[in-house]
């Protein structure tokens, strides 16, 4: 008989000191708001945060955002915070800073829908009424990364343009549980990236996955 999401987590609990908890910041400890710059932490997660970082072995936040971004939005000690996607992990990543600010600076795309995340470049279209129009632009400028050499991904309501290296949000979680030592573990996220957080733990003691779902989350997910 399969488990039940409740078993699983009675488990996960059961013995804190073992597991790791793996946490995407933007709709899962904060809610998604219009511009992402006005992003922040609800006093019940602050509390939250707080209390699972005394029990567990380890709490990561794996965000697309900087991580000095989310440190600075969250705020809690105990806590480790890994930026954009887990590029922030790999030291082949930093070559490509340069490279990513003039494309972003050169993309025909308003800059108060740019966001420069050092290692990645997401072109936001939360607020275009045509968003069928607007993915058609950004269609011409995710081609234009690829021909660069980019990578270049849809999310909710974004167009992500990273370097063209083997990271992302799963290889930080898996080499966070390697260096910690754990075999038990929650991954929680809302968007396609996450979903690279929830292969990670395949192979796990335990692992419990958790998909935070709204109307406008990816059919993946």
Do not use: C
Not at 40 to 65: C, H, Q
Not at 165 to 184: Q, Y
């Amino acid at each position: 008989m399969a488990a039940t999401a409740d078993s699983l987590l009675e488990r996960l609990a059961s013995d804190p000191r073992r597991a790791g908890l793996f946490l995407d910041f933007d709709g899962v400890l904060a809610p998604i708001v219009p511009r992402p710059e006005d992003a922040a932490l609800p006093d019940e997660s602050d509390d939250e945060l707080r209390r699972l970082a005394e029990r567990y072995a380890l709490v990561a936040i794996v965000s697309g955002r900087a991580g000095d971004d989310v440190r600075s939005r969250v705020g809690v000690d105990g806590i480790v915070y890994v930026g954009t996607h887990g590029l922030e992990l790999t030291p082949d990543a930093e070559r490509w800073r340069t490279t990513l600010a003039a494309f972003a600076a050169a993309a025909p795309w308003p800059s108060s829908q740019t966001e420069l995340k050092g290692l990645a470049v997401s072109f936001h279209y939360r607020d275009r009424a045509d968003e069928h129009d607007a993915i058609r632009e950004l269609d011409a400028i995710a081609d234009d990364a690829r021909e660069r050499g980019l990578v270049a991904r849809f999310g909710r309501r974004i167009l992500e343009v990273l370097p063209p290296v083997d990271a992302n949000k799963g290889t930080a979680v898996r080499r966070l549980l390697a260096e910690h030592g754990l075999r038990r573990a929650l991954a929680a996220g809302d968007d396609t990236t996450d979903i690279d957080s929830f292969r990670a733990l395949d192979g796990l003691e335990l692992a419990v996955r958790v998909a935070v779902a709204s109307p406008e989350s990816p059919l993946l997910l």
